[in-house]
């Protein structure tokens, strides 16, 4: 018998020209859904984190390992959540998709999910 993954949720709320961390939030998250491509994590960018997003990553802190991985999230078809707060890009990395979701959304989102791992 097969033991369901628990679902994850990755919010990352680290501002990416400003901390590493945010970076390896993502590394964290594509280490966490590499054994069934990515099906049970869920990854929700909030202040200034969608500019992980971003076309042009020169200003971003560790930049050159983020171009190595957000190729990886497209292949998976990985459907970054967008908060409703949050400040974005002019344009994201070719191939990314994201979504809007609303702060009460994010809280219910949290609320039944089995893991959580916050970034902030």
């Given at each position: ?6 679902k ?12 590493h ?21 869920s990854i ?7 500019f ?6 020169s ?16 292949d ?24 809007p ?5 994010i809280a ?13």
């Amino acid at each position: 018998m097969k033991i369901p993954s628990p679902k994850i949720v990755v919010l990352i709320a680290v501002d990416p020209m400003k901390d590493h961390r945010a970076v390896e939030a993502l590394r964290i998250a594509l280490g966490l859904g590499s054994h069934n491509e990515g099906v049970d994590v869920s990854i929700i960018l909030s202040g200034r984190a969608p500019f992980l997003l971003a076309e042009d990553t020169s200003d971003i802190i560790d930049g050159e390992i983020l171009e190595k991985h957000l190729p990886v999230f497209i292949d998976w078809d990985t459907s970054f959540s967008i908060a409703a707060d949050a400040e974005v890009p002019p344009l994201y990395f070719q191939g990314c998709k994201t979504a809007p979701i609303s702060l009460s959304d994010i809280a219910t989102t949290l609320e039944f999910t089995d893991r959580v791992l916050v970034f902030s």
